[in-house]
């Protein structure tokens, strides 16, 4: 176990009055996925367990509480447009709809979104004043979708890249990652930083999922930018193996050559074994592998310095505890809470052991196109 570090934690019960359910799943009239009316999958429940779950196993207690702020709208013009923001503050103000391509807005949450961005930014600054080492973001709306002119994917305002130009702008860093492993492709992020050779944008996702255009191995950046984007997309199936090989074979030698001074996390608990947005098979082993990982590159190129903004995950009993796993490595604490999943059961699960021939190909894919950019053993 490493040392527990000074870990902060942004939340702010304004996150859950950013209601997405008037227009259950906007890609269809029908309520989906399900025959049964169901809520809208990214429902304030989410963040609001994963708090409770904070506070009953008591790991609430060794993480530092940094205030939420409120983004500008300057911090969001870095990506978006007078427009845009316009487009959802009026949408907004006639009591809700659509802020693009399925991203349901409610009376109220053009100011949550707000929120949701500032607390991303607070979090960054909270680590570049040294008042903690790493720090969690526990905001909603998500981010890793919204495009400059239009949300997507239940992402209203672009989160992870208004708080990297904060990065850039405000604390004068040359060098940020952005990993995002969110099992959808963080598009947003990916066009935000496509010609910019200093913030680095990695994605782990399932392949030609959502949205299907975007996380193509041979999108890899333009002009200076070149290089720096570097898709992982995955079959649908992969597991703890499958995601281990991709942060040992590329994530870790792409990210010690770039040498970034932050590393922010899209965390997105989406790619879990029980998650009904996707079709991934990662446990809270895998999230345990993936966030030390993280850290262990955090501590050799950036003295530590991580930051992780929540963006999906739809598992109502089981993301929480992904996102509780992910909190037990950053603290270097266990809990003693037992996965949930059958243990037995898990490790029968191939995905859990084996990097299976369709996986290999897709990583071999991968290191092969990043040859010509990285250097990849
Ligand atoms: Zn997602």
């Known amino acids: 176990m490493p040392k527990e570090k000074s870990t902060g934690l942004v939340f702010d019960d304004r996150y859950l009055q950013h209601n997405s359910n008037p227009l259950r799943l906007p890609m269809s009239k029908q309520p ?31 993480l530092i509480r940094i205030p939420g702020q409120r983004a500008t709208e300057d911090d969001l013009l870095v990506y978006h447009t ?21 991203a349901p807005v409610s009376v109220d949450s053009y100011e ?4 949701s961005a500032g607390g991303v930014k607070s979090a960054v600054d909270a680590v570049m004043a040294n008042q903690v080492q790493q720090c969690y973001a526990l905001v909603r709306p998500p981010g890793h979708h919204a495009m400059a002119e239009k949300g997507m994917g239940f ?25 995002d492993w969110d099992v959808h492709h963080g598009n947003g992020t990916q066009d935000a930083f496509y010609a910019d050779p200093h913030v680095m944008f990695i994605s782990v996702h399932q392949d030609r999922w959502f949205p299907p255009e975007f996380g193509w191995v041979d999108q890899s950046g333009t002009g200076d930018g070149t290089g720096y984007t570097v898709n992982i ?13 991709a942060f040992d074979e590329i994530v870790t030698p792409v990210v010690e050559q770039f040498n970034p001074e932050l590393i922010i996390i899209s965390a997105g608990q989406d790619a879990s074994a029980q998650d009904p ?27 530590g ?12 009993p089981y993301a929480p505890y992904c996102t509780l796993a992910i909190f037990e490595a950053l603290l270097g604490q266990e809990t003693g809470i037992e996965e949930p999943l059958d243990p037995d059961r898990i490790l029968q699960w191939p995905a859990i052991s084996e990097v299976s021939g369709d996986q290999r190909a897709a990583l071999d894919r991968v290191r092969a196109h990043q040859a010509q950019f990285w250097t990849l053993d």
């Not at 990214?42 to 779950?53: A, F, G, I, W």
């Not at 949550?112 to 929120?115: G, I």
């Not at 997309?233 to 090989?245: E, F, M, Q, R, V």
Request: charged share 20%; proline share 5%; with cysteine.
């Open 32 to 62: 989906l996925p399900f025959v049964e009316p169901v809520d809208h999958p990214s429902n304030p429940r989410l963040v609001e367990r994963t708090m409770k779950l904070l506070g009953m196993t008591g790991l609430q207690d060794s």
């Open 82 to 102: 007078e427009w845009y923001l316009e487009h959802v503050r009026s949408i907004c103000a006639s009591g809700g709809g659509d802020a693009g391509t399925g």
């Open 112 to 115: 949550v979104a707000m929120h």
């Open 155 to 179: 992402c209203v305002f672009a989160n992870v890249v208004a708080a990297a130009h904060d990065a850039r702008n405000s604390h004068g860093l040359e060098r940020v990652l952005i990993l």
């Open 233 to 245: 997309p995955l079959p649908g199936g992969s597991g703890n193996a499958a995601y281990t090989a």
């Open 277 to 303: 947005l996707a079709r991934m098979v990662v446990t809270t082993s895998g999230f345990r592998m993936m966030t030390r990982t993280m850290q262990a590159l955090a501590d050799r190129v950036c003295d």
């Open 305 to 316: 310095k991580l930051v992780l903004a929540q963006e999906g995950g739809y598992s109502e």
